[in-house]
């Protein structure tokens, strides 16, 4: 029998290949469902990009050379750390595709992220039509800019001239094969990928020909990044440091988050702070209003918030404080690490913050992390230097 390849996805591992009247059918990509996306019309009007403040120098390079690199017809990947200001380095490549009647997608693993780029997008660009789809919000898919979850690729095969990837090392993007796939599907033009903490796999498949890596090592503020400090505490002693933390943070008046590595953790350490902190609440990825509480926390409702690595990404809120609860735990690598240290001092109003690890023991991993940081905080005081 002839070896059978899914027209959809790819696959051929007789392990996700199932069988119905002897008819071969994919059980790799069968769980995406849905309508395919209308064809792209370009929705009239003129093109504004309005951005309430200037780029920096080194944003201003970044962003001529990757619309350069879309005219060229190389795709690119932006290597910048946390705080860079990612998403506005692609508002030129974006502006200048949706002037030429180009499809433009600009895709995130999470839907969360989606929720909050819809709205910063459409900020951006005032006389365009922009859509978000995600799951339970696919009524609409076709407009000028179309944010996306990955997981909604499936319905614009051929389709994007520009596709935007941002969050690349992000679950569930991060080793989904299905979903790698889906992406290659849905450009019909170029892609570019953002990242703060991208792979040694993925730097070695942009350094090919026709593709380009662009580095940005500096805040859009040109602060340094958060050093975290390591607190050490076993047992209940590692609840009553957390508590005299969350306790600083407040009489600081500063709003703050306390990750934690599991759904079960997360409702745990809540139920014991809470009782002496109560102006607080949690958020995980199972918490039906879960955009809600992270709304009011925005407004100022909470004074804080225990969550999972659901909030390791996307937000960004000004004097924001991070603690990471049981930073020894296996599920936190140096990148996750990294970019959670990253929400801190976002703001160009408030760019410094604290990055507290409170854990059993130093991992390497958050010895990696705090190095990693220490080495991007030193180029950019080399870069303060070249500029006197």
Do not use: W
Request: aromatic fraction near 10%; hydrophobic fraction near 35%; charge should be positive.
């Amino acid at each position: 029998m002839e070896k059978y390849i899914c027209p959809r996805c790819g696959n051929s591992n007789p392990k996700y290949i199932g069988y119905i009247n002897n008819k071969p059918y994919c059980r790799f990509c069968i769980s995406l469902k849905g309508e395919s996306a209308p064809p792209n019309i370009h929705h009239g009007g003129s093109v504004v990009l309005d951005l309430k403040y200037s780029l920096s120098k080194e944003q201003k390079e970044i962003s001529d050379r990757v619309i350069n690199n879309f005219k060229n017809h190389i795709d690119t990947l932006i290597n910048a750390i946390c705080g860079a200001g990612k998403t506005e380095l692609v508002y030129g490549v974006m502006a200048y595709a949706l002037t030429n009647n180009m499809s433009v997608g600009f895709a995130v693993p999470r839907r969360d992220v989606v929720i909050e780029l819809f709205s910063r997008i459409k900020s951006a660009f005032p006389s365009n039509k922009v859509v978000a789809v995600y799951g339970g919000s696919t009524s609409r898919l076709s407009a000028d800019i179309v944010v996306l979850t990955t997981h909604q690729l499936f319905r614009y095969e051929n389709y994007f001239d520009l596709l935007i990837l941002d969050e690349i090392d992000a679950f569930p993007y991060k080793g989904n094969l299905l979903l790698y796939t889906m992406f290659k599907k849905a450009v019909r033009g170029n892609s570019v990928l953002m990242s703060a903490t991208p792979s040694e796999e993925v730097l070695k498949e942009y350094s090919k020909p026709n593709r380009e890596i662009l580095e940005l090592n500096v805040r859009f503020h040109r602060h340094k990044l958060p050093v975290p400090k390591i607190k050490i505490g076993y047992g209940i002693f590692k609840y009553i440091l957390l508590i005299d933390i969350c306790r600083n943070f407040i009489h600081k008046k500063k709003p703050f988050l306390v990750f934690t590595p599991t759904i079960e953790k997360c409702e745990e350490v809540y139920r014991r702070i809470s009782i002496l902190l109560p102006k607080g609440n949690y958020v995980h990825s199972k918490a039906e209003n879960r955009s809600e509480i992270i709304d009011g926390f925005k407004r100022g409702k909470y004074q804080y918030l225990v969550t999972t690595a659901v909030l390791e990404r996307g937000v960004t809120i000004k004097d924001l404080q991070v603690v990471i609860f049981e930073a020894n735990n296996s599920i936190y690598d140096e990148a996750s690490l990294v970019q959670i240290s990253g929400r801190v001092g976002r703001k160009f109003d408030a760019p410094d913050g604290e990055v507290i690890y409170v854990a059993e023991k130093t991992t390497f991993a958050m010895e990696k992390s705090i190095q990693t940081i220490r080495n991007k905080n030193k180029s950019l005081q080399g870069l303060f230097q070249n500029d006197k």
